[in-house]
């Protein structure tokens, strides 16, 4: 049987991790108005709290 060393909630702290390393925010606890997406990817998105979007450079 296979699972995550540590339980599910530390393989999401992991990606968490490594996403806001990368350069991305995670906002818990709010709606997610609309996702800009380019082509195949998502560029950003707008919540009722705040509008984000890919860091440059």
């Known amino acids: 049987m296979w699972y995550a ?29 609309r996702i800009r997406v380019r082509g195949r990817r998502a560029t950003g998105s707008n919540s009722r709290a705040a509008r984000c979007s890919k860091r440059t450079g």
């Open 5 to 33: 060393e540590g339980g599910t909630g530390a393989l999401v702290d992991a990606l968490v991790r490594l996403f806001e390393e990368l350069g991305g925010e995670v906002r818990l606890g709010t709606e997610v108005t």
